[in-house]
């Protein structure tokens, strides 16, 4: 089945320290996205990468950071500097970022909470 | 101002009802158009596009306003699976298209 994957589903983080959420693709897309979405609102852009090593960020980039090694894969890293984190996190994939056509697709998200 | 503005709702309405959901944008510039559904605590999910000319899949009719920088989604024979968040998402092309989102109406179908 070709799709996005996200883990884990449930992420606690402690303060000062640094989670890594994953995002693997299998749908052969160029294109990947990180979103937040807070409750009651739309998602937010963090990072996106066009092209295996290459990303930009987004609105909110600040406090997180990505890599983009391998075409199916773009981790997020939520560094200790980003003093807000709690939030829904997904991940989006696209098949090239440009043209008419394109939309994006989602895996199932990772909630990530404070303690 | 933001991008794209939708009412959050909700809207309340009972089986088979008609119901439908406006969304606005401020660039005329945007050329792509789509609705998705988000259900609570899930992911979005791709509904359907938005042709200029405006267009059905099934109950779902969606249609496009350049003139007045809207879109629109009209559900017919409402069912109770179709309470959800509805998200229109407008684009922008470029040499990497800009998405924007809405921030979703919110739709109980009662029984």
């Known amino acids: 089945d070709g799709g996005i994957t996200q883990s884990p589903k449930y992420l606690f983080r402690k303060e000062g320290q640094n989670v890594t959420l994953s995002c693997e693709q299998n749908l052969n897309h160029d294109a990947m996205y990180w979103y937040r979405q807070d409750p009651g609102q739309g998602l937010r852009l963090i990072y996106y990468s066009q092209i295996v090593n290459d990303f930009q960020k987004g609105d909110i980039a600040e406090g997180y950071s990505v890599s983009r090694e391998k075409k199916e894969s773009f981790p997020l890293t939520v560094t200790s500097a980003q003093k807000n984190p709690t939030a829904f996190y997904l991940c989006a994939s696209s098949t090239s970022g440009q043209g008419w056509q394109e939309t994006q697709y989602f895996g199932p998200g990772t909630r990530l909470l404070v303690l | 101002r933001k991008e794209v503005e939708q009412d959050p709702g909700p809207f309340n309405v009972p089986e088979g009802a008609t119901v439908a959901f406006n969304c606005t944008y401020s660039?005329?510039?945007?050329?792509?158009f789509f609705w998705y559904r988000q259900d609570c605590r899930k992911e979005p999910k791709l509904l359907m596009s938005v042709y200029s000319s405006g267009n059905e899949d099934g109950r779902f009719t969606a249609q496009l306003n350049r003139a007045s920088q809207y879109i629109s989604l009209l559900i017919r024979d409402s069912k109770l699976s179709d309470s959800a968040t509805y998200l229109c998402v407008v684009i922008e092309w470029g040499n990497f298209n800009k998405f924007y989102f809405g921030s979703g109406t919110k739709l109980n179908v009662k029984p």
């Open positions: 660039n005329s510039a945007s050329q792509s």
